[in-house]
């Protein structure tokens, strides 16, 4: 006679099935973390991956215990045991499937860490759409077709005691590893929401709503190009050219960039103009762009949602403003995949990792969707021939390399390095040339580190213009991409400088939806829209002022750019 033990262990019983699964995933797992730890080429990867690898078969385990102790408790009850397999099969494969999805975007993930419990339908559809794209989903596919293949082959259980001595180790590791941040997106979105329970504090505002009501806000920043440039006889420079740097703080690059003995920097020093005190309004890349060309500040999410401001793109801007001064304009990525730039329309001449011939000893990185692409420096050719064959030029570089970590992985030098040789390499193209002195030059940067919205060091970004016939100077007074535009049109046509603002609303990134404001004096006070609580705070700002100040300006934006 057969006992309850020895049935358990049969292996076409339902509830054998489901522990089944567990081991598949935990062996298909092993294999995905492998394979993207190796192809990374960066040998400090193996590291988190074997750590997200055991963190994997814990969760594993975990389900296995807590969909076990639930079934007991139903037979328990008399519920009858097939119905409640079957579900097990089901919430086992499920969250397999969810952990088969990670391991090709961990390095990104330990980059930019993120809680994916506050993403929504629209951040998760762009997430796959235009960052992972469907053919990065061939884990999940390969894991499914795994499991269903492994279900058909009998094979014998471990006894309980030695799916408890192999059990033991990953439980007792995973609880040392808990006590920091995991490098695994689902523990640690897990830990970044139990904290933000436990530590955050109470509600001290309401959460930001639609516009109800008619409201009204100045808003004249987007005619700052066209009315300064329209009325300019002559422009001091024939070429403009801006290269926006992906994620530097202004910390790092006077730290990492303005010393280098004999840079960039050094070069330019005696025709250059510093601003210390300039900002970003937004930690992502696109919404920062659109604000340095149009002067207009998004006051959304990035990509939560690109369409609920995509009307901002048709606003005057500097684009178009030197299109009637007659330049022809260029905007250039080595991006692979770029569906976000701004003022799309408005450029004569779009430039992608296609257009560019490959040379010999670029670097290139594959991987999602727009991580894909070759380094920055297959660019420079182009951009100096197209400013050899055109009388006035506006060119707008976006960097690609530090977008993703496999570039310092790949190049083992540091993104500031690397972008301080191809700006050399860039000058000495220009002076061979004889560009140079018709060149004005523009180095600046979107945003900082993305993950940590509120750090008010994160929204500090370096601005640098440099030219011919440019005085040596040095300002701290507080500007934003808002500013952008006058301060390039001070330089092109000697219009005043924008005064320095007393304060500034900034955003988050689409990881949070966190709002803030950063003054001269420098205070700041960030609030999380989704708790309605201070994330952090300097000096004696009022929430609940900054919460007016800003649904102020969303109503202004969704009446003016959203009829």
């Known amino acids: 006679m057969r006992t309850k033990n020895s049935e358990c262990r049969t292996s076409d019983t339902p509830w054998c099935r489901s522990t089944r699964l567990i081991g598949v995933f935990a062996v298909i797992q092993l294999g995905l973390h492998a394979w993207f730890a190796s192809s990374a080429a960066d040998p400090r990867m193996w590291m988190p991956h074997a750590v997200a690898w055991i963190l994997d078969v814990f969760l594993l385990l975990l389900a ?40 090709g975007l961990l390095t990104e993930f330990l980059a930019f860490p993120m809680n994916i419990f506050r993403a929504d339908c629209a951040t998760g559809w762009y997430f796959v759409i235009e960052y992972l794209g469907w053919t990065r989903l061939w884990p999940l596919l390969l894991s499914g077709v795994a499991v269903v293949l492994a279900s058909r082959i009998p094979w014998r259980e471990p006894s309980p005691k030695g799916m408890f001595l192999m059990a033991l180790p990953v439980v007792l590791f995973s609880m040392v590893v808990l006590t920091g941040p995991a490098p695994h997106p689902l523990i640690y979105s897990v830990q970044d929401s139990s904290k933000a329970w436990l530590t955050g504090g109470k509600r001290v505002v309401p959460s930001l709503s639609r516009p109800t009501r008619s409201f009204s806000l100045a808003d004249k920043a987007s005619d700052v190009a066209s009315t300064q440039l329209r009325n300019a006889k002559r422009l001091r420079y024939d070429h403009v050219l801006i290269f926006v740097m992906e994620g530097v703080t202004t910390d790092r690059f006077e730290r990492e960039f303005l010393s280098r003995p004999q840079g960039y920097y050094a070069k330019v020093r005696d025709r250059s103009a510093w601003f210390s005190g300039y900002h970003t309004t937004n930690l992502d890349s696109y919404t920062s762009l659109i604000a340095m060309l149009t002067s207009v500040q998004v006051p959304y999410r990035c990509y939560a949602n690109p369409h609920s401001y995509d009307a901002v793109n048709d606003s005057p801007n500097l684009v178009a403003a030197l299109r009637q001064q007659e330049c022809h304009t260029l905007y250039v990525s080595t991006a692979q995949y770029h569906p976000f730039i701004p003022v799309r329309r408005d450029w004569d001449r779009i430039m992608l990792m296609s257009d560019f011939p490959q040379r010999e000893g670029l670097v290139t990185v594959a991987g999602s969707k727009v991580e894909e692409g070759v380094e920055d420096r297959a660019a420079i050719p182009a951009i100096v021939e197209f400013v050899k064959t055109h009388p006035r030029t506006l060119v707008m570089q976006e960097m690609l390399v530090g977008h993703s970590p496999q570039w310092m992985a790949r190049m083992r030098k540091s993104q500031l390095e690397y972008y301080d040789e191809i700006l ?50 040095r300002t701290s007074s507080l500007l934003s991409h808002m500013d952008l535009q006058q301060v390039i049109c001070h330089f092109l046509a000697d219009q005043p400088l924008p005064q320095g603002s007393e304060s500034l609303l900034t955003v988050g990134s689409t990881e949070r939806w966190v709002y803030g404001k950063v003054t001269a004096r420098g205070n700041h006070l960030f609030i999380d829209n989704d708790t309605g609580a201070i994330l952090s705070s300097h000096g004696r700002l009022n929430a609940l002022s900054l919460y007016e100040q800003f649904q102020g300006l969303l109503n202004a934006f969704v009446l003016r750019y959203q009829p």
């Open 64 to 103: 296995g215990v807590i969909l076990w102790g639930v079934g007991r408790t139903l037979r328990y009850c008399g519920c009858p045991p097939k119905p409640w397999f079957i579900a097990c099969n089901v919430l086992t494969f499920l969250l397999g499937m969810i952990l088969a999805s990670y391991p």
């Open 424 to 473: 050399l390499e860039l000058l000495r193209d220009l002076e061979e040339n004889q560009l140079i002195d018709r060149t004005l030059l523009v180095l600046v940067s979107d945003h900082g580190d993305r993950a940590n919205s509120a750090n008010a060091r994160n929204y500090n970004v370096p601005l640098l213009v440099a030219g011919q016939g440019i005085s040596p100077m």
